[in-house]
Structures are given as structure tokens and as C-alpha cells.
């Protein structure tokens, strides 16, 4: 389970000399302390408070991106970026954008309007990351993912780096090959991705709420640090990029949050609880509850914390939203309100997320659209 992306199980993506390329490919390949801290409600529980002491590894991760992908010379990290860009076919890159576009349309509608918000350039370059994405979350999550080894996620490695060196396999792999250049991104969120995906092959339980803002992190905070250098940010504004950055993270956490939230139900047909087990225990809940699909008014309290957290990591990314360049406000903010209404739907619901699915109607949605280009429009008005 990936991202800040919907990603339900489908007929695996791939592309390969413009035919479906299959995840088996992978595997013969393959063979030659942190508390959150808000205020408190009786009976509630401690939220993990984000600070500068005793930060997880992912913190320093954050650290290390911010510096890399703001400095002007960045392509001078050798392994990181291209020396020179990589002479691709342009035609050839029109087409792989284009797939780029159908798999983000089809796999991912919420996420997909947002980016139809962004100028041109800055759209095919989320559609090239939202590809990898999704192929990567399929390693784990895709039909095909019982037979996927630690090898096979070897290999997909090696063809990240490949992609990074300018050297695509495949044609949608081209696209991020293109897009990495244009817009100079970092390795490194996208090798934490794949370690995400090594999590989901070694364990399908999460004891405490730090394991699992470790497991958000790499399958989803990972999507808001690729983000930041396509959307940009405000030459005017006087935060720094390592706020800015954070806020990122954050934004991809609460996403992340969100899908967990949302796809409990599914994600219990896999044998998997993406919940902290100690805040289960503490509401009296177990596994067998949720296997069971029993909606009780345990339940109903122990959603209620996990959505006011997930809506805390919201309210926190929020700020990073309206320094960002002005052209890329209103589909953050779109993105931002649209997966906060999935709370609402989970709410609307009465916390029935085990044998329902929680989303938002196409005409609420644009109703959302304008609500956040106003958003958008206000903070822009209020920062000239």
C-alpha cells in the first residue's frame, strides 16, 4: 500500500518497446523519537510531536533533500542528476508523457484533478512520478506480488538509478528520465519509496504509532518531498526551504493517513493492519475485530483519534501550501480539501470503513475545486 495516491489492486502497469511488461521481468532480471504533540482531549491519546531532538531517520532524510534539491548546483552530485540532459526523442517523450497521464487518470481520479490545476510542464512531470509510484507500489500490492523477491526490488533499484544516470529501461520510465532533469530531483525519496515497499514484504502489523509514521514516511511522505522542486516555490517568500519542505512531508503523511483510514477494510482481506496494535489494545480492539468487520462503538472511538490525527498532519502542512510558487497553490490546496472530505465521508459514514469505502461525488468535488481556487486566491492576495 503506497502513497499519496488511491491505489487499488489492478491489472499490473508496465511498458516495455510499447507492450505490457510484466512484474516477472523483475524477478528473472533480478536472478543473472518523536512525540506529536496537540492538545489533549479526556481519554485521548499522545500524538507523536515532531521536533528537532530526537529525530527519525526520515527527519534527517528531509534535511538532506531540502539542502540538495535547493542549491543551484545540485546536478553536481554526482549519482543524484544528469551532467547534461539526456537527448530523448521528442515525440517519443510526448507519447510517454500521454501513458504517464492515462495511469494517473485511471488509477488515481482525486490526486488526477488536482493536477489538471497545474500549468503544462509541471503537469506531465507529476504524471512521470505518479507512474513510478504506482509501478512501485505494484511490486507489493499488484496481482502479480506474490511472486515479487527481495531480488526483484534489487532491481527495480538498479533501475532507478539507471533512470537517474539518464539511461531509461522502458518508455515510461523515459518520462521521469525526463522529468528528473528538467526539474532536478533527489534520489533519495524515491529509494526510501522502494524501502517502503521492502516493509510491506517483511511485516503486515505496526506496533506503535512510531512504526507506522515510519511506514507513512516512506510510502507516502516520500510523494511530498518528489513534489516540492515541480511545483516550486515562492521566490518572494521569506520561508525556508526546509519548512517548506516539512510541510511537504506532512501533506504526504496526512495522505497517507488518509488511505490507511479509507482502505482498512481492503487492506484486511491482504492480512494487513496498517493501525497501531497498542492504540487497538487501548480501546479494547483486536485483529479478529476488524477481520471480523465488526463496526462497535470501541471502533467508532478509536476512528475518531486516528482521523483527528491524520487531520492535525493536514492542518501542519497547510502553511508549507501557501508559500509554495503561486501557479501551484490552487492544486495543492484542491489535493489538501479533497482528501480531508474523505474524513468526513469515513464520519458520514459512521465510521463504517471495514465494509465500506469512504469517497468523495464528482459534483461535490468541483464544488471543492472552487472552494480551494478561493483559498488559493486569498493567500496570494494577502501575500502581495
Known amino acids: 500500500m503506497c502513497s499519496t495516491f488511491s491505489l487499488a489492486a489492478k491489472p499490473s502497469i508496465g511498458e516495455s518497446r510499447g507492450k505490457i511488461w510484466s512484474l516477472q521481468v523483475i524477478n528473472s532480471a533480478a536472478r543473472s523519537e518523536l512525540n506529536i504533540n496537540i492538545p489533549r482531549e479526556k481519554n485521548s491519546i499522545i500524538f507523536p510531536r515532531l521536533s528537532t531532538q530526537g529525530m527519525l531517520q526520515s527527519d534527517v532524510h528531509i534535511c538532506e533533500i531540502a539542502e540538495r534539491q535547493s542549491l543551484a548546483n545540485n546536478l553536481s552530485d554526482k549519482g543524484d542528476a544528469f551532467r547534461s540532459k539526456p537527448q530523448l526523442d521528442a515525440m517519443f517523450l510526448d507519447e510517454a508523457y500521454e501513458r504517464c497521464r492515462k495511469i494517473c487518470a485511471e488509477y488515481a481520479k482525486t490526486y488526477y484533478l488536482g493536477t489538471l490545476l497545474l500549468t503544462k510542464e509541471r503537469q506531465k512531470a507529476i504524471w512521470a512520478v505518479y507512474a513510478w509510484c504506482k509501478r512501485t507500489d505494484e511490486l507489493v500490492d499488484g496481482p502479480n506480488a506474490f511472486c515479487v523477491s527481495p531480488a526483484a526490488l534489487d532491481r527495480w533499484e538498479e533501475r532507478l538509478q539507471d533512470i537517474f544516470n539518464g539511461h531509461p529501461n522502458d518508455i515510461l520510465d523515459a518520462a521521469l528520465t525526463d522529468t528528473v532533469s528538467k526539474f532536478n530531483l533527489h534520489i533519495k525519496p524515491f529509494r526510501d519509496m522502494i524501502k517502503g515497499m521492502r516493509m510491506d514484504t517483511e511485516k503486515c ?158 459534483i461535490k468535488k468541483l464544488f471543492l475545486v472552487q472552494q480551494a481556487y478561493c483559498r488559493a486566491q486569498s493567500i496570494s492576495t494577502a501575500t502581495d
Do not use: H
Open 205 to 362: 502489523r505496526y506496533a506503535n504509532f512510531q512504526e507506522l509514521y515510519l511506514y507513512c514516511y516512506y510510502a507516502g511522505g516520500t510523494v511530498g518531498l518528489m513534489s516540492v522542486p515541480v511545483m516550486g516555490m515562492d521566490p518572494d517568500s521569506s520561508a525556508s526551504a526546509q519548512s517548506i519542505y516539512n510541510a511537504a512531508l506532512y501533506l504526504g503523511i496526512g495522505n497517507q493517513l488518509t488511505n490507511i483510514l479509507r482502505d482498512v477494510g481492503e487492506d484486511a482481506s491482504r492480512g494487513r493492519i496498517y493501525l497501531p496494535q497498542d492504540e487497538l489494545a487501548k480501546f479494547g480492539l483486536r485483529d479478529e475485530d476488524i477481520f471480523s468487520r465488526k463496526v462497535s462503538d470501541e471502533w467508532r472511538e478509536f476512528m475518531k483519534e486516528q482521523i483527528t490525527r491524520a487531520r492535525y498532519f493536514y492542518k501542519l502542512a497547510e502553511e508549507g501550501a501557501s508559500e509554495l510558487d503561486k501557479a501551484s497553490r490552487w492544486p495543492v490546496w484542491t489535493v489538501l480539501i479533497l482528501y480531508q472530505k474523505i474524513l468526513d465521508a469515513i464520519q458520514d459514514n459512521d465510521y463504517d470503513n471495514l465494509t465500506k469505502r469512504a469517497y468523495v461525488g464528482n
